[in-house]
C-alpha cells in the first residue's frame, strides 16, 4: 500500500494479513479440554463465503471472487468472496470553529472498506480493512454466529444452586462454556522504504524542583535493538506507544518518519501456553511481537497446527535476532475473553474488536486538510 503525497508515492505496508485465529474454550472436561482451535490452520474447505449485496455488504458494493483451496486442496471458485465500498461513518474529518470570526470550517468523512467474511465451525468473523483520507487504516473483526453450547441436567439458575464455574446459562439445560477469541495479524510495514526499525515511548512521570507544576509526564524514547525488547504487553498503569519508524527519512520539523499501532481495547491471555494442548496460542502471552522478515515466517504459531515441536514467534524470538534498520515485520495479537451473555443466544449480535496504524510524523501536516466542503 502507498500514499500519493502531493504527487509522490509513499509505502506504507507492503503486506498485511491475519496469520492466525485462536480460540481455546474453558471446560477441563474430557471432551472440552482439548478445543483450543487454530482455526485458519485447522479448517478445511476454504474460509470464505460468498458475500449478500445489500445485506452483508452494501448493494452499492464492488464484488470480487477468489479461488480458495477445498478440503482436499483443489482449488474452487467462490464468487463475492470480498467487497469493496465507501460510506460515510457519521462524523467529520475535522473541525474548528473560530472565536474571532465566529466562523465554522468542518470537513465531511469518508472510509473506504474492503471485507470478507469467514465461517469457521459455529463462528462467522468478518474482516474489515478500513482506509481513512487521514493516513489512517483500521483493522477490524467483527464476531458472530452461534456459540458453542453444551447440554446439563439442571434447567436454570431456579433450583437455586448458582452458575456452572466453567460457562453460562442461556436457555433452558444449555450452558455456553467460557472462552477466548485471539487474532494475530501480521504487518509488513515498509515505512518509507525497508530499513526501518522499532521505537517503544513509555510515558513516565517525573518530579521537578521547583515551579507552578512539580510533576509532569514526558515521553522516554527507546529503540529495541533485538527481538526480545520488542516483546510488548499492554498496562494501564504504564502507558505508552509502539511505533514502526524510518530513522533515515526526516519530516519538515526533523523527527523521523513513522506509523503509530494503536492498540484499542484487547486483552491478553489469563493462561500461560503450557496450559494449553500441545501448547498451542504462544502468540497470545504478547500483544505485540516485532521480527526480521523472513519469507518462510508467515504463520504467528507455525506452519503445521499439529507438529510435536512447535515453531511460532516464541520459538523465533527467543532467538533474539536484530531488528533495528532492517526489514522487520510486527504481529499485533488483537483478542477478547468471552463470557457468554444471554443476548449472544441463540445467534450472536456482531461484536466488533479492532486496532490501528496511523500515521505518527508521516506527513508534515493534516493529510487530510483540503478534503473538500
Known amino acids: 500500500m502507498k500514499y500519493v503525497d502531493d504527487g509522490k508515492p509513499r509505502s506504507i505496508l507492503y503486506q498485511g494479513h491475519l496469520s492466525e485465529l485462536f480460540v481455546p474454550y474453558m471446560d477441563p472436561l474430557m471432551d472440552w479440554r482439548d478445543r483450543a482451535y487454530l ?8 474460509l470464505a463465503n460468498s458475500l ?48 474571532m470570526t465566529r466562523r465554522t470550517e468542518s470537513r465531511a468523512n ?28 483500521r483493522i477490524r473483526v467483527g464476531s458472530t454466529g452461534i456459540d458453542q453450547a453444551k447440554a446439563v441436567t439442571r434447567r436454570d439458575l431456579r433450583d437455586g444452586k448458582g452458575e456452572p464455574p466453567f460457562g453460562h446459562f442461556v436457555a433452558p ?35 521537578l524542583p521547583s515551579g507552578p507544576c512539580r510533576k509532569v509526564w514526558v515521553v522516554e ?4 535493538r533485538t527481538e526480545k525488547e520488542a516483546r ?20 519538515a520539523v526533523g523527527n523521523p518518519v513513522s506509523y503509530h499501532i494503536r492498540a484499542m481495547g484487547t486483552n491478553r491471555s489469563l493462561l500461560s501456553v503450557e496450559e494449553y494442548p500441545g501448547g498451542r496460542g504462544g502468540f497470545t502471552s504478547n500483544y505485540l511481537w516485532v ?37 522487520i ?14 443476548e449472544d443466544w441463540p445467534v450472536m449480535s456482531t461484536k466488533w474488536d479492532q486496532f490501528e496504524i496511523r500515521p505518527y510524523n508521516f506527513f508534515d501536516r493534516n493529510p487530510a486538510i483540503n478534503l473538500p466542503k
Not at 472498506?113 to 487521514?134: E, H, K
Not at 485471539?182 to 525497508?194: C, K, N, Q
Open 110 to 137: 469518508r472510509v473506504l472498506v474492503l471485507r470478507m467474511i469467514a465461517t469457521l465451525g459455529n463462528y462467522d468473523y468478518v474482516f474489515d480493512w478500513v482506509f481513512m483520507q487521514n493516513g489512517a487504516i
Open 291 to 327: 521480527t526480521p522478515r523472513r519469507r518462510d515466517e508467515l504463520y504467528a504459531d507455525g506452519k503445521y497446527p499439529f507438529p510435536t515441536k512447535r515453531n511460532g514467534l516464541p520459538q523465533w524470538t527467543d532467538r533474539d535476532r536484530p531488528i533495528e534498520n532492517t526489514e
Open 173 to 207: 439445560h444449555t450452558v455456553a462454556v467460557n472462552h477466548d477469541h485471539y487474532f494475530s495479524y501480521r504487518l509488513d510495514l515498509d515505512i518509507d522504504g525497508v530499513q526501518n526499525s522499532f521505537l517503544h515511548e513509555s510515558l513516565k512521570v517525573i518530579e
Open 52 to 99: 449478500q449485496p445489500g445485506l452483508d455488504c452494501p448493494s452499492h458494493a464492488t464484488f470480487i471472487d477468489a479461488v480458495v483451496a477445498n478440503g482436499q486442496g483443489i482449488p474452487v471458485r467462490v464468487e463475492r468472496a470480498a467487497c469493496l465500498f465507501e460510506f460515510d461513518p457519521g462524523s467529520m474529518a475535522w473541525r474548528h470553529w473560530d472565536f
Open 232 to 251: 510488548m504487553r499492554m498496562h494501564m498503569a504504564r502507558p505508552g506507544l509502539w511505533r514502526v519508524i524510518n530513522p533515515a527519512v526526516k519530516g
Open 329 to 342: 515485520v510486527a504481529w499485533y495479537t488483537l483478542g477478547f475473553h468471552h463470557v457468554v451473555r444471554v
Open 39 to 46: 482455526d485458519l490452520a485447522e479448517n478445511p474447505g476454504g
Open 221 to 224: 524514547p527507546k529503540i529495541a
